[in-house]
Every structure is written in C-alpha cells, then in structure tokens.
C-alpha cells in the first residue's frame, strides 16, 4: 500500500528552524516528484513547494521562498522540507503528497503540525 | 500566478439534493485541474483528475466538468458522508494553487 509518513512538527520560537520530513513507503519513490502543501488553522489549503523526481528542480510557493528549501534523498525514500525564519504566520498542518504528473496529486500523508509562537 | 476562484465558499443542502461547485481560473488550464475532499479532521484526497476523470473508488454521483477557465464539480445526490470541504487545484503552471475551498453542510 502505497504510504507517506510525516514527522518533525513542533512548537517552536519565532525565527528558529525546523526540518520535516516525510518518509515513503510500497511505491518507487524515486520516480515520482513530491510536493508540499500546508493548512494553517481553520483556513484553506496551501500549496507550498514541489521538488522534481530526481531532485534537480524545485519550486516554492512565494509566501516561503527564500525561508524554506523542499528536498529529498532517494537512497533513504524520504522527503524534506527545510524550514528557516519561521513566522508565526507558518502555523499549519504540514501534508506531503505524491504527484503523478497530469494527474495531481494522489498519495497524501496524515499531516505534521508546526506552530510558531514565543 | 494563476488564480483559482471557487464559489461557492459554503453551501447547504439536504440529503439527495444535486450539489454544484465552481472553480474559474484566472487564465486557460486547459484541462490540468483536481478536486479534492477533506473531511474534518482528515488530510485531502482525491476525487478527480483532469477535470473529469473520478479517482478509484470514488462514487459515481461524483462528476467533474470543464476546460479552460471553468470548471464544476458536482455531487448528483449528496449523501452524509459527503460532509467535507471540496478544493480545486490547477497544475497547469507552476505555482500549483488551490481554491479557496467549498465547506458543504447537510441540512
């Protein structure tokens, strides 16, 4: 069965960093891209951040860019997502989801909380 | 960026009732959009893919349509467990964006 699994959320400090991480399982992750998509409390969803099957592209929403870097390692089935200066305006549920290409995205994990408060 | 304007942004309505959802992009997608279903409490799934075409499993009173710039998602008789927030979400270009979600009630 295909799976994702994220960890990593916490609470922390205003400015601080935090890295997630999203670990995949019953499909071959290397050949899919991943995504990154967020849900701050009570509010809709947000596209975050896609990194390429292989990992030589990516892309950030604008609202994160230059704070936050999507990543992954294909050796261990595991997708990241680095997160610098944190604001609290990045509280959210943080889910990792599968692309297939035309087709959207079709494998979503359970979701890791992060809140950033002083 | 691509703009993705849903509406309506709640409805309510009763069991066995037609539901309709409408999505609108701020410029052609062609056919490079999904919807999906959240239910309280639980991550997104998928319904539908490329404007029309039901995600496995999914119940057949589930119907996508459009192309372009609009695009509807209807329930043709919503049951209880429809109770959920609907998202649309274009992939045509990057940024990927959302709508701004549909929350349907049951009366």
């Known amino acids: 069965q295909d799976q994702l699994v994220e960890s990593g959320g916490g609470v922390v400090q205003p400015g601080r960093s935090l890295r997630l991480s999203c670990a995949a399982s019953?499909?071959?992750?290397?050949?899919?891209?991943m995504h990154w998509v967020r849900q701050a409390p009570g509010k809709g969803l947000e596209w975050v951040a896609l990194?390429?099957?292989?990992?030589?592209?990516?892309f950030h929403a604008h609202s994160v860019r230059g704070r936050f870097t999507i990543s992954r390692d294909n050796s261990k089935n595991t997708l990241h997502l680095q997160m610098n200066s944190l604001r609290p305006e990045d509280t959210a549920v943080y889910y990792c989801?599968?692309?297939?290409?035309?087709?959207?995205?079709?494998?979503w994990g359970q979701g890791t909380t992060v809140i950033v408060s002083s | 960026d691509i703009e993705m304007t849903q509406s309506p942004s709640s409805l309510s309505a009763s069991v066995g009732d037609r539901v309709t959802i409408t999505c609108r992009a701020s410029?052609?997608?062609?056919?490079?959009l999904g919807w999906y279903q959240q239910k309280p409490g639980k991550a997104p799934q998928r319904l539908i893919y490329?404007?029309?075409t039901l995600h496995s499993g999914v119940p057949s009173r589930f119907s996508g349509s459009g192309s372009g710039t609009e695009f509807t998602l209807t329930i043709s008789s919503l049951q209880p467990e429809d109770l959920a927030t609907y998202y649309c979400?274009?992939?045509?270009?990057?940024?990927?964006?959302f709508g701004q979600g549909t929350k349907v009630e049951i009366k």
């Open positions: 490329s404007a029309s």
């Open positions: 990194v390429s099957y292989d990992g030589s592209k990516n």
């Open positions: 979400l274009q992939h045509y270009r990057d940024p990927w964006t």
């Open positions: 019953g499909f071959t992750f290397r050949s899919y891209a």
């Open positions: 989801a599968r692309e297939r290409g035309h087709y959207g995205l079709d494998v």
């Open positions: 410029q052609d997608i062609r056919r490079e």
